[in-house]
């Protein structure tokens, strides 16, 4: 058990080491700050660290499949273009949630503070 978990923070420190998922883990932390910032009630928050948890998730799980692609070819084949496709598809879907979920708490807040 305790091995496995050692696996698993260390697959979280390997996908600090790509550009991508470091990118998703400042985001994430902007948008803690500002949550903080704002004074978020205890459902805002949740739904703040369920779309920040699905969308590293998505950008740690499209990496791999990148990597697997990778050593699978690095030659152009339309095989591996519509695999990675779809891979950063699921984080363009995450990613919208996330920003629509942003958008909806921010509205509310405003209207609040007019
Ligand atoms: N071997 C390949 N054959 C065909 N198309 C590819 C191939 N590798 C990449 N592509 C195309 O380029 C796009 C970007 O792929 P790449 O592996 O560079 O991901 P990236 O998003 O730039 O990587 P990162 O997440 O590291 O920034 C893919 O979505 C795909 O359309």
Same mark, same amino acid.
């Given at each position: 058990?305790? %091995?496995?978990?050692?696996?698993?923070?260390?697959? !979280?420190?390997?996908?600090?080491?790509?550009?991508?998922?470091?990118?998703?883990? #400042?985001?994430? @932390?902007?948008?803690?700050?500002?949550?903080? +910032?704002?004074?978020? *009630?205890?459902? #805002?928050? /949740? @739904? /703040? !660290?369920?779309? !920040?948890? $699905?969308? +590293?998730?998505?950008?740690?799980? %499209? *990496?791999? !499949? #990148?990597?697997?692609?990778? $050593?699978?070819? *690095? #030659?152009?084949?339309?095989?591996?273009?519509?695999?990675?496709?779809?891979?950063?598809? @699921?984080?363009?879907?995450?990613?919208?949630?996330?920003?629509? *979920?942003? $958008? /909806? +708490?921010?509205?509310?807040?405003?209207?609040? %503070?007019?």
């Amino acid at each position: 058990m305790i %091995n496995k978990f050692k696996a698993a923070f260390a697959g !979280i420190a390997d996908g600090l080491g790509h550009r991508s998922v470091r990118i998703q883990y #400042e985001l994430a @932390a902007c948008a803690i700050a500002a949550g903080c +910032i704002m004074k978020l *009630t205890a459902g #805002e928050w /949740v @739904a /703040v !660290i369920i779309c !920040i948890g $699905m969308v +590293i998730t998505a950008e740690m799980l %499209n *990496t791999c !499949i #990148e990597k697997i692609c990778d $050593m699978y070819s *690095t #030659e152009i084949d339309a095989r591996i273009k519509v695999i990675k496709d779809i891979a950063a598809g @699921a984080v363009l879907a995450a990613s919208a949630a996330a920003l629509v *979920t942003a $958008m /909806v +708490i921010l509205a509310v807040h405003l209207k609040g %503070n007019i």
